[in-house]
């Protein structure tokens, strides 16, 4: 009796923990979308211009994104209770520094901090569901994992149009903060103790180091080029700056005992196919997050709150085609899949190429994006499973972590390029908005027309769980 007693006290206390984890990773989630809808609050708040205003987004996003690898390695390396803790405590205070900035500077410093800390946090997380549960129960821990990932970018539209229009936009940010300590209360006294630290002398700090700065520059010429023009030098040499950078980040890896990523990983082909999908899809659906909320306010004149109602049904059809395509990519196949998903988002945002200035979002934007956005949430899991599912089991986690870094390095390009091509003038005009929906609409019919030769035949097996959707 004392034996079955104890054994459901560990299965508690695994469970509370479980839901401590996740809410710790929706917070992460939840700061992708939550900044969106306050976009407008925060530039004239703070006196924002559309630079500034762009990497408030993408700095946070970048960093989590440039990082991820490098948090991984941590975890390994230092112990995943260590690094969970450490990154908590780092989004935490940059939280409160966001919440509290007085101009961009400060702001964008607050960012970069709470996106480091996202780095270290999301990959201890998840690799402390997988310590924690064996068998059945880690299949449940990791769909409850997934599921967390889903819902945090619906509630971030919702959450970020309520806070905004009520006490302000710096909420957004303070909403965190008692979430934070009161995790980093508790968590500790749940989480197993980390094994003693390895030997860290091999991290590949560098390699860390080079991704992010070279994407760094890639989004700044990006930005660059809605100021100064595509041709210009203020756009060209960042550009070029970022291919150098690339390039001797690969450099670094080929040579390096440890790489930060298996370069070989990318001469496999169900791998690259996953990761150009998870860029893609992604891209697209924060760069509809960012055109719809800058155009419903500054074009359709709603509130922020309003704004982030209208977006809650797009995030849900998210959701609801992540669903669908769990169960299509198995029966009909990820070729399939991909492709139609990628096709019925280009169908979706086709529309908004042609939006009249003057029309009712309700019954045009919101239908188009809801439509584009069930087809994305297919791509989502077909990305994931083309990558985990059609290669060998052992090498599932490799490719989880670069999937996972092309999903957040493409939400950083999709800003970047959705600012260039939109917020031409101050304020924004209907024609920037039709031209940036118009490239989303070819980036979708690109893809669409690409996946079947792109992505290989043949039916995913199931390798390591949920590791690339969040």
Known sequence: MA??????????????????????????ILDVTVVNVALPAVAADLDLGRTALTWVVTAYTLCF?????????????????????????????????????PNATVLLSGRVAQGIGAALLSPAALALVTLTFRGPERARALGVWAAVGGTGSAVGVLLGGALTSGPGWPWIFYVNVPTGLALLAVLPRLLP??????????LDVPGALLVTTATGALVYG?????????????????????????????????????????????????????????????????????L???????????DAFRTGLLFLPVALTTAIGAHLGSHLVTKAGPRACATGGTALAAAGCAPLAFLSPTADPWTTLLPALATAALGLGAVFVTATTTALGLIPAHEAGLASGIVNTFHEVGGTIGVALASTLALTTTPPTPSGFTTAFTACTLTAAAAALTSPFLIPRGRPHTTGGAHGMH
């Not at 719809?292 to 709603?302: E, T």
């Open 292 to 302: 719809g909320s800058m155009r419903l306010q500054h074009v359709d004149g709603m």
């Open 3 to 28: 034996l079955d007693t104890a054994l459901a006290d560990v299965r508690s206390r695994r469970w509370t923990a479980l839901a401590l984890i996740c809410a710790a990773q929706f917070m992460l």
């Open 65 to 101: 994104g440039g990082l991820m690898l490098l948090g991984g390695r941590l975890a390994d390396a230092l112990g995943a209770r260590r690094m969970l803790l450490t990154g908590l405590t780092l989004f935490t205070t940059a939280s409160l520094i966001c919440g509290l900035a």
């Open 193 to 202: 103790k980390d094994p003693a630290p390895t030997v860290t002398r091999h």
């Open 222 to 290: 990006l930005v660059q080029a809605g100021d100064s023009g595509w041709t210009a030098p203020a756009t060209l040499l960042p550009l070029v700056g970022a291919v150098v950078l690339y390039t001797t980040f690969a450099t670094v890896e080929r040579r390096t005992r440890t790489p930060l990523m298996d370069l070989r990983m990318l001469t496999r082909r169900p791998v690259v196919a996953g990761s150009l999908l998870m860029l893609v899809a992604t891209a697209l659906l924060i760069a509809f997050f960012f």
